[in-house]
């Protein structure tokens, strides 16, 4: 797995640069307008879809066609997705807290909301990747979309009921990241299961 990893990178960091540019230009406008710890919120997600343009070049430049005639397994091959984004979101997360850190400092903002955006961080794109990841592993890259387009909203309604049902406390913010870490392993496992038994890789 750690070769599928490695090419994934490839791919992605020229997207990387790219997506620094737009992180900082739409994080510097809602850290002033709103909180500076949605810096965290944002660069976290941003990170982790990142991985949807691996699967979308995997799936348009014929490598799929290539990567059959190799050891490496259906399995193998699934797992290294969902790992590689976990790893972007993580670096994702670490790096919008060292900016949120920063922009509290500059802003004079308190740090009373830094465990809720830490929170609402998580649960947020491990929510989204659970539904994003398998509909662009079942689904055209036309129809995949709808996924992305879906997943947002949906995970920003379950983090909301959740609050509204229990409370908005740390125990909720805590539970709510669980929560969102097991539908991820639910997804991965689903997909897995899925995908092993189709006769293509993709649609």
């Known amino acids: 797995m750690k070769g ?15 997506m ?7 994080g510097a406008s809602l850290s002033y307008l709103v909180n500076p710890w949605v810096l965290t919120v944002l660069a976290t997600v941003m990170s982790g ?16 066609q290539t990567v059959v ?6 399995k193998t091959f699934i797992d290294s997705k969902y790992t590689m984004y976990l790893l972007l979101s993580l670096a994702g997360l670490v790096f919008g807290i060292l900016l949120g850190l920063l922009a509290s400092a500059i802003l004079g903002a308190d740090r ?15 929510l989204s990747g659970s539904v994003i990841l398998p509909f662009y592993f079942l689904l055209d890259e036309s129809k995949s979309m709808v996924g992305t387009i879906l997943a ?5 309604g379950i983090f909301i009921v959740i609050v509204l049902l229990l409370g908005n406390g740390t125990g909720t913010y805590i539970l709510s990241s669980i929560l969102g870490a097991c539908i991820f392993a639910v997804s991965w496992s689903v ?4 995908l092993i038994k189709r006769d293509t890789l993709f649609e």
């Open 191 to 194: 997909s897995k299961k899925i």
């Open 20 to 26: 620094f540019v737009v992180y900082l230009v739409i």
């Open 112 to 126: 009373e909301m830094f465990g809720l955006f830490i929170c609402i961080s998580i649960t947020m794109t491990l």
């Open 69 to 74: 005639t190799t050891p490496v397994t259906r």
């Open 152 to 156: 947002y909203p949906l995970s920003a």
């Open 49 to 64: 879809m990142i991985t949807t343009s691996t699967i979308t070049v995997d799936k348009t430049s014929g490598w799929l």
């Open 4 to 18: 599928l990893l490695l090419k994934d990178y490839y791919i992605i960091r020229s997207l990387l640069a790219i």
